[in-house]
């Protein structure tokens, strides 16, 4: 067999070094491979089975620069030595000195030569040799270690360390053999069981790549959901317990009619200023109201009709605002201010359900979407947020139980011992804001809004006049907030949300502190 050097990879060129003999030492074959790169060519040969090995650890000794020195030029007494032998009349120690070219071997190397009785001093006080040759011990034991790496005798080899000539390390290295299965060629290793393989039998014959269930996997970044995503999925899931139907809110463009005229607001209200709602410039207006919906049969030119007149001159039991209603102004489209615009839609087709007894039926609904004011933006304020809404239809609802419906609710938020405060709200009456004691901030936070839609709000859509309706809405931010502990309303939407956050942000459970 040619005796060419390995070739090949590192995993190959052990098969073949271990194909001449085995078992071999690595540290002798492959003297210059680095210790991760053998071993990991080992692992790969030892998990086929191609070849076994254990590592061993041994102590080498080794030169330290001034035992390289000596090696090279002889211990200090000998070069002190061979400058006198050389001088038969002897040196003085400056001539000494300067014969060696280095003070320090000079001034080691005649006391140790003198100990050895190799130099002595003439009557004037020169230095000269007293031998024709010596034997330089020092020298030898260098050049062993030098050549064998290691001294027979540890008793000089501790000593030689002490005087800090060599140093001893350690040295790993594989006692490697061959294994079951050893061959000069690694053999191609299948991955997966294909078709072709089952279809021509190659699989009985093919050697397949073991499963690593050590391997951590590549890292992943999956997608996160958004702190407000988890809180909407929390609420929801609070109002689907509680027998909620969830609205439709998934358009954003209302027109001014269902955003505030079925809502009683005025179309003097401060609201509907440009300031405050956003317009949509094209198209700018919503198409009139229809005498009869092809799709829903619905007759929404009478109910148009009827909004106008409790606007313009009062109408069920209100006196209405008394001024001059404008068509034009309620098909103007916004993006809408409130979820309240699909509540009132909602309640609208309520109104024309039939239950068993002829009557609209009692009906609960919830909406958790996106909202838009023309508002400047600060800290705490967006041009765009989320409301969470719901509202109950029933016959002969009270206050009361308005108040008590919301303690369970938010309850279920854990926030407990609420306080109510009257407010206005142009489409309630009575309406109350909602206060809760907040036991990190320690003080009274607002968590929402709400009250009993009007009578005549009501009436107009068609309902009974004993069927009743609570609403109340609060922003899906607010409490995200308070359990994110987030200050500032930019870090959790719009540009400069921190994506790690959204990563990272821990899903909550509303009812735990
Ligand atoms: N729409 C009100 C708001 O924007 C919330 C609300 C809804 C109040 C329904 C009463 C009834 O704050």
Redesign the pocket.
């Given at each position: 067999m040619p005796s060419a050097a390995p070739t090949g990879d590192l995993a190959s060129q052990v098969l073949q070094a271990l194909d001449k003999s085995s078992p071999l030492l690595s540290a002798e074959a492959f003297p210059a491979a680095g210790f991760t790169e053998l071993k990991a060519a080992l692992d790969r040969l030892a998990s086929r089975d191609m070849v076994k090995y254990e590592q061993l650890e041994r102590d080498e000794a080794v030169l330290e620069p001034e035992g390289e020195q000596i090696a090279a030029n002889g211990s200090h007494e000998a070069r002190v030595f061979e400058a006198l032998r050389q001088a038969v009349e002897g040196l003085t120690v400056q001539e000494l000195e300067k014969a060696i070219g280095d003070k320090n071997v000079v001034k080691i190397g005649q006391g140790k030569a003198f100990k050895e009785k190799w130099i002595a001093k003439t009557k004037d006080g020169k230095f000269q040799a007293t031998a024709d040759a010596i034997k330089d011990t020092t020298q030898e034991q260098m050049r062993t270690i030098q050549k064998t790496r290691a001294y027979p005798d540890a008793k000089v080899l501790n000593d030689l360390r002490k005087r800090k000539l060599v140093r001893i390390q350690k040295i790993y290295t594989f006692k490697v053999q061959k294994g079951d299965k050893f061959a000069l060629e690694i053999p191609e290793e299948a991955t997966d069981l294909t078709f072709d393989m089952i279809a021509t039998g190659a699989w009985k014959t093919a050697t397949f790549k073991p499963y690593n269930f050590k391997a951590l996997g590549a890292d992943q970044r999956p997608g996160a959901l958004h702190p407000l995503n988890k809180v909407r999925a929390e609420l929801r899931q609070i109002f689907f317990e509680m027998g909620f139907e969830e609205m439709p809110t998934d358009k954003c463009v209302e027109s001014g009619f269902w955003n505030f005229d079925t809502l009683f607001v005025p179309q003097q209200h401060p609201a509907r200023d440009l300031q405050d709602t956003f317009y949509i410039s094209d198209p700018k207006l919503a198409d009139p109201p229809r005498a009869e919906d092809e799709n829903d049969k619905k007759d929404y030119k009478k109910y148009w009709e009827n909004v106008k007149a409790v606007h313009q001159n009062g109408k069920y039991g209100s006196i209405g605002y008394r001024y001059p209603w404008s068509g034009d102004e309620t098909l103007k489209l916004v993006l809408r201010t409130?979820t309240?615009a699909v509540?009132a839609a909602m309640l609208y087709k309520l109104a024309h359900k039939k239950g068993p007894d002829g009557r609209p039926p009692p009906a609960r609904y919830f909406s958790i979407d996106r909202v838009f004011r023309n508002e400047s933006v600060d800290a705490t304020h967006l041009a765009e947020f989320h409301?969470v809404?719901g509202?109950i239809a029933d016959y002969n609802l009270t206050l009361g139980g308005l108040m008590e419906f919301m303690e369970i609710f938010f309850g279920k938020m854990g926030l407990t011992d609420l306080k109510f405060k009257p407010a206005y709200?142009p489409?309630?009456e009575p309406?109350m804001e909602i206060f809760a004691y907040h036991k990190g901030l320690k003080k009274l936070v607002e968590i929402g809004?709400?009250?009993m839609?009007r009578p005549e709000m009501l009436e107009s859509m068609g309902f009974p006049p004993d069927m009743r309706v609570y609403?109340?809405?609060l922003s899906l931010e607010r409490p995200t907030m308070i359990k994110y502990g987030i200050s500032n309303i930019r870090e959790l939407l719009g540009h400069k949300v921190d994506l790690n956050f959204v990563q990272s942000s821990a899903a909550v459970r509303l009812d735990k502190a």
């Open positions: 409130h309240t509540s409301q809404e509202v709200n489409y309630t309406s809004n709400s009250g839609f609403g109340w809405g």
